[in-house]
């Protein structure tokens, strides 16, 4: 229950739809996720865990300024070649999204 708790709490930082979290983890619902516990070793938890470290890396960025957060995720990114919202309903999208944010913290 730790893990799906977390994955909320990081996708209202990233202001993503339930529909979209849904798409991302591969569940029916979100409301399936309340109830579900997710499993960090399973496929789903493992999509849960890159997600959650997106916000953790944007949010060392912006020192937790959640407008800025929602910003860089809604706004066509020119390092990404598109909208980091949309790439991440993708695995690959998911992982770029990460390495970019990521290394960009590292720079610090």
């Known amino acids: 229950m730790i893990l799906a ?3 909320l709490a990081a996708a209202e930082r990233l202001s993503l739809a339930q529909d979209q979290l849904a798409l991302i983890l591969n569940i029916d619902s979100v409301k399936t996720l309340t109830s579900l516990e997710l499993d ?3 496929k789903q938890g ?3 865990v890159i997600l959650i470290r997106i916000p953790t890396s ?3 960025l912006t020192g937790g300024d959640t407008a800025w957060m929602q910003h860089f995720m809604k706004s066509p990114n ?3 070649s598109g909208i980091p919202i949309e790439q991440i309903q993708n695995p690959q999208g998911l992982a770029s999204v990460l390495q970019l944010v990521e290394g960009l913290r590292a720079k610090l």
């Open 5 to 7: 708790k977390a994955v």
């Open 40 to 42: 960090p070793t399973s």
């Open 46 to 48: 493992e999509i849960a």
């Open 58 to 60: 944007l949010d060392a």
């Open 78 to 80: 020119k390092l990404m």
